[in-house]
């Protein structure tokens, strides 16, 4: 998902943002043939991603930086870890500085984040899942993060599957057992055997209709936990029974023990904070 070709727009539209006719201070006050070293130190505990990134931005900024010792993807770290060396021309690392810190920033906040909902269910079977609440631009980024705290990706885009929701429903005219199974079903005609078709459902009397098409999944949205027990027992693993809405740390874990497959959490890119990284100079 996360190809050279993505990482490499990205990060050369960050520089063109952040230093779009060059950078100002380093090209007057700083000599040309000057070196440095630093280290990019965490100034608190997580998971890392985001290394092809911090790789990326420096090579853009000046190709003779040298990157060593970078930690990788997935891994786990404390306060006052070094997570990397950079060295080299001092005018291209400086320039590189700010864009490597904010892309690893971002992407450690995420990684972390997921790995703590993960924890929280890691005595279930269940799955925690990302979503499409991601920073426009930046998805393919962020959902590699979720992937490196442990979580699985959902759809990447609306190319992907099919996922019909309440408002398709009510454009479809299907208000009632017979007329959505109806419409599930031609669906299915329509899509072939090999797409994914998942279903949203918010109350449990809408299961049934659901159910009797030739579906591969069903979202089980904003359920109270006894319906969502419920629910899981009449899907009885016959298709895949995911749960969302309104998921949090404090709330997953009693999510994932009614046996649920997967839970989406929006809250891992929308809701993630930046982690604290710092570019300290030797």
Same mark, same amino acid.
């Given at each position: 998902?996360?190809? +050279?070709?993505? %990482?490499?727009?990205? $990060?050369?539209?960050?520089?063109? &943002? ?6 100002l201070t380093a090209e007057l006050a700083i000599p040309a043939e000057l ?5 990019? $130190? ?5 998971? #890392?991603?985001?290394?092809?990134? %911090?790789?990326?931005? #420096? ?6 930086? &040298? ?35 904010? #892309?690893? +920033? ?12 993960? /924890?929280?269910?890691? !005595? ?17 980024? &962020?959902? *590699? ?6 979580? $699985?990706? *959902?759809? #990447? /885009?609306?190319?992907? =599957? @099919?996922?019909?929701?309440?408002? !398709? ?5 299907? /208000? ?14 329509? =899509?072939? *055997?090999?797409?994914?078709? @998942? ?33 899981? +027992?009449? @899907? ?15 709330? $997953? ?10 839970? /989406?959490?929006?809250?891992?890119? *929308? ?12």
């Open positions: 998902m996360l190809t +050279q070709s993505i %990482v490499d727009t990205a $990060v050369r539209a960050a520089l063109a &943002e952040d230093a779009p006719w060059g950078d070196g440095i070293a630093t280290r990019l $130190v965490a100034r608190e505990s997580g998971v #890392f991603a985001g290394g092809a990134m %911090v790789r990326e931005t #420096f090579r853009q900024a000046d190709a003779r930086i &040298e990157i060593t010792d970078l930690v990788e993807d997935g891994a786990v770290f404390a306060a006052g870890e070094v997570l990397a060396r950079v060295a080299g021309p001092a005018r291209g690392v400086l320039t590189g500085e700010r864009v490597a810190l904010n #892309f690893a +920033q971002r992407l450690c906040g995420v990684a972390t984040l997921t790995s703590r909902f993960v /924890s929280a269910v890691a !005595h279930t079977s269940a799955r925690i899942a990302d979503t499409r609440k991601t920073t426009p631009g930046l998805r393919a980024l &962020e959902k *590699h993060a979720v992937r490196a705290g442990g979580g $699985v990706n *959902h759809r #990447f /885009s609306l190319s992907d =599957a @099919i996922m019909v929701k309440d408002n !398709h429903l009510a454009a479809l005219g299907a /208000s009632d057992t017979a007329t959505t199974t109806r419409a599930l079903r031609l669906l299915r005609e329509r =899509a072939g *055997h090999t797409t994914a078709i @998942i279903v949203e459902v918010d109350r449990l009397d809408q299961l049934d209709a659901v159910l009797a098409a030739d579906i591969t999944g069903v979202l089980l949205d904003n359920f109270p936990l006894d319906d969502l027990s419920m629910a899981v +027992q009449r @899907i009885a693993g016959s298709v895949v029974a995911e749960a969302s809405g309104g998921v949090s740390l404090e709330t $997953v874990a009693l999510i994932a023990e009614t046996g649920v497959d997967v839970i /989406s959490v929006g809250q891992l890119t *929308h809701g993630a904070r930046a982690l604290d990284l710092g570019l300290d100079a030797d």
